[in-house]
């Protein structure tokens, strides 16, 4: 090894050891330590940013667009005449004649709901156009609200189209007096009966 090569390890040692000996003599002080970070909360993806100094609000959990259990209301029959031919005291049957099948449902215009024991009375021309006690009948609807009433397809006459004359009683509701109009060629109809509360 030549002469410059052990004059710089010389001179390395040197410094080195000067370095140990300043930090080491008393009175040194240590190296400051590294400056905290403070930690920062990891921001929610997707979520507004809240104004400085007011806390981020919880989310809020969106409100059904409709309450369940609702009442629906159901469209009342249209009223028609009761014409000249109604008497009351019908026998009650369900049976006139046959040929057409009426049936429906007597319900509540409020709700929808069935109306037990309601007391419908129909009355018909007969088959040779004339009304008589044979053609009327009176029956009561069932626990579901529901009725069946047969007879003879109805006539049309005096320019008047076919139909089937109707009263409809119950307590607490306004009577109904209808008509029904089936269509030619028919020989089963459908024909709810929607009661309004009585005031």
Do not use: K
């Amino acid at each position: 090894m030549d002469g410059r090569m052990i004059g710089r390890w010389w001179a390395w040692g040197v410094l080195s050891g000067l370095g140990l000996l300043a930090a080491c003599r008393p009175g040194a002080r240590p190296a400051p330590p590294p400056p905290a970070v403070s930690p920062q909360a990891t921001p929610v993806v997707g979520a507004p940013a809240a104004p400085s100094g007011v806390p981020s609000p919880l989310p809020v959990t969106p409100r059904a667009a409709a309450e369940e259990g609702t009442p629906r209301a159901c469209a009342p029959t249209p009223p028609d005449a009761l014409g000249l031919f109604y008497r009351p005291g019908a026998p009650v049957r369900t049976r006139v004649g046959q040929g057409h099948v009426l049936r429906g449902v007597v319900r509540s215009s409020a709700d929808c709901s069935p109306i037990a024991g309601a007391q419908i009375e129909f009355w018909l021309a007969g088959p040779d156009g004339r009304y008589a006690d044979a053609y009327r009948a009176m029956v009561f609807s069932g626990p579901d609200g529901a009725y069946r009433f047969e007879s003879h397809f109805p006539l049309a006459y005096s320019g008047r189209p076919p139909h089937i004359h109707i009263r409809v009683t119950a307590p607490g509701y306004q009577t109904l007096v209808t008509q029904h109009n089936p269509q030619p060629g028919q020989t089963e109809g459908t024909f709810d009966l929607v009661l309004i509360p009585a005031p």
